[in-house]
Each structure stands twice: as C-alpha cells, then as structure tokens.
C-alpha cells in the first residue's frame, strides 16, 4: 500500500479521555502510542479495550511468540499494511522466525519449516478463501491444538483490524525510532 500521507495524526489538542487512552497505553509494556493506536485514539474508549486484546496476544497470550509474529507478517503482506510489516519483521527475527521463511511469507509464499507451515496454511487459506478446509483445520490441530489455533485465528482477526485502520488511515510506514 502507498501512502502519501497520514490522514489521521496524533491529535493536536487531546481530549481529557485521550489523554487518559494514552496514559494507559504508555503505562503498559508497549510503553509509547505509535502505529494503529493514533487513529484509534479517536475513538479512547475502544483504543483502550482493543490494545489490550493486542497486549494479551503479544505478551501474555497462549501462542509461541514465533507463531505470534508468522500470523502477524502474513496477515500484513495480505493487507500490504507497511507499519505492521516492517515493525513486526525485526521481532519475528528475534523471535526465532529464521530470515528465509519470513522472506518466503513476503513473497506470499508457504514456509518451508511444517510447524511455521501449519501456522501459514491455517492463516493464509483464512485470509484468501473465508473458511478453513477439514484438512488444513486437522492438521493445525494436530500440530498446535484446539486453543492455539483459536489463539491464531483470534490473533489474525486482531492484526486484520488493525491493517484495516492503518490503511484507511495512511499511517505513514514504521522507521526504527519512530514509535
């Protein structure tokens, strides 16, 4: 996705329930308002309820944090969302996501590792077709169980919503150093 500007930037004057979102954000793990959390800020109440499902996910949640960062990048390169991939990208390295098969997943294609494999297939025929064949639902199952692949779906569902935000907002792309 091209952006040539950032139709939603941090707001020059915040409102008192802004400030607060903010404080609470910045009171977290993330530790900084950056990326989709500017454009949600127009909305505190539901920025705050939606960065702790994020929050969750990241830093408490039941997925292997490689498996986190796989669904994370290929949720990104379905929806070209550049903040994401490129803030994220870093992390899945290290994270333990070995550079070839993030590379693979920016060219939008299956990794070669199974484990990471079963993630992409799972995510990946998700994003593409709607639905999840028995087959790929089976064998993401029998590699991760019921709950991480509940945690997986739910973990794409969120990144999803924020790829849509940041692209409708045109948040500019993520540069070391800029939150």
Do not use: C
Request: no cysteine; aromatic share 8%; charged share 25%.
């Amino acid at each position: 996705m091209a952006t040539d500007t950032n139709r939603i930037p941090f707001p020059e004057e915040p409102t008192e329930a802004q400030r607060r979102a903010v404080d609470a954000i910045t009171a977290g793990p993330r530790g900084e308002i950056s990326g989709p959390f500017v454009p949600l800020l127009r909305s505190p109440e539901l920025m705050t309820r939606l960065q702790l499902v994020g929050e969750t996910i990241r830093f408490g949640g039941v997925l292997d944090e490689d498996l986190v960062e796989l669904v994370v990048l290929t949720v990104a390169r379905h929806w070209d969302q550049p903040y994401e991939w490129a803030f994220h990208h870093p992390i899945a390295l290290a994270k333990g996501v070995p550079a070839e098969e993030i590379d693979a997943v920016a060219r939008h294609e299956r990794p070669s590792d199974d484990r990471l494999a079963a993630m992409w297939d799972l995510v990946d025929e998700l994003q593409r077709t709607k639905d999840v064949s028995v087959e790929t639902y089976t064998r993401a199952v029998a590699v991760f169980g019921e709950e991480r692949v509940v945690a997986a779906v739910a973990t794409a569902g969120y990144y999803t919503t924020l790829a849509m935000v940041m692209n409708t907002a045109h948040t500019e792309p993520w540069r070391a150093g800029s939150g």
